[in-house]
T-cell receptor
């Protein structure tokens, strides 16, 4: 069964350093997402991406964050200058089509296993 | 921002019995709802979904019920099995032009053998 993969599984970095988290979405999916879960808190939406551009982003996704689809298979999240509060599990997700078209439609986002980011 | 709430942080159920997990939402624009299951150190795994035009959706041992007037949904697992022990998240979205999922805080389900 196709699945979303993420690398690395665990990333440790010093505050102020740049990190890049990598994801390989399911191959026929067109919509990509990043979420994060700070320890003990709920899963929070960061950003969605379609057709090589951001379609929506949350207030968490400030100028320190960026996303890119550098080739036909990878989807990356870059944090330019990490802060202690960026420590969290970061989940990539993908879906085949957008949740649009009314309540008759709907699509499922499939999640990767996550990257645990620890900022020291 | 508590648009999706799961008021029970934990639930213990005997193996073979029914597990009922509950979720409430406040945003009346939500029209698509999903349940995810999560094991430690893994990503959320999709279980079942329901759109707002339905009040019930069933898939094997899993059934989701939606009560739009009460803004409430529930997940029934019957019979419960030890492998069902995990954290369950309910999530919601608005299908017109809004792709993001809004998650609840999760309920930790423990199945007692």
């Amino acid at each position: 069964e196709p699945e979303v993969t993420q690398t690395p599984s665990h990333q440790v970095t010093q505050m102020g350093q740049e990190v890049i988290l990598r994801c390989v979405p399911i191959s026929n999916h067109l919509y990509f997402y990043w979420y994060r879960q700070i320890l003990g808190q709920k899963v929070e939406f960061l950003v969605s991406f379609y057709n090589n551009e951001i379609s929506e982003k949350s207030e968490i996704f400030d100028d320190q964050f960026s996303v890119e689809r550098p080739d036909g298979s990878n989807f990356t999240l870059k944090i330019r200058s990490t802060k202690l509060e960026d420590s969290a599990m970061y989940f990539c997700a993908s879906s085949e089509r957008r949740l649009a078209g009314g309540p008759m439609s709907g699509d499922t986002q499939y999640f990767g296993p996550g990257t645990r980011l620890t900022v020291l | 921002d508590q648009q999706v709430k799961q008021n029970s942080p934990s639930l213990s159920v005997q193996e073979g019995r029914i597990s009922i997990l509950n979720c409430d939402y406040t945003n009346s624009m939500f029209d698509y709802f999903l349940w995810y299951k999560k094991y430690p150190a893994e990503g959320p795994t999709f279980l079942i979904s329901i759109s707002s035009i339905k009040d019930k959706n069933e898939d094997g041992r899993f059934t989701v019920f939606l009560n739009k007037s009460a803004k409430h949904l529930s997940l029934h697992i019957v019979p419960s099995q030890p492998g069902d022990s995990a954290v369950y998240f309910c999530a919601a979205s608005v299908t017109f032009g809004n792709e993001k999922l809004t998650f609840g805080t999760g309920t930790r389900l423990t199945i007692i053998p």
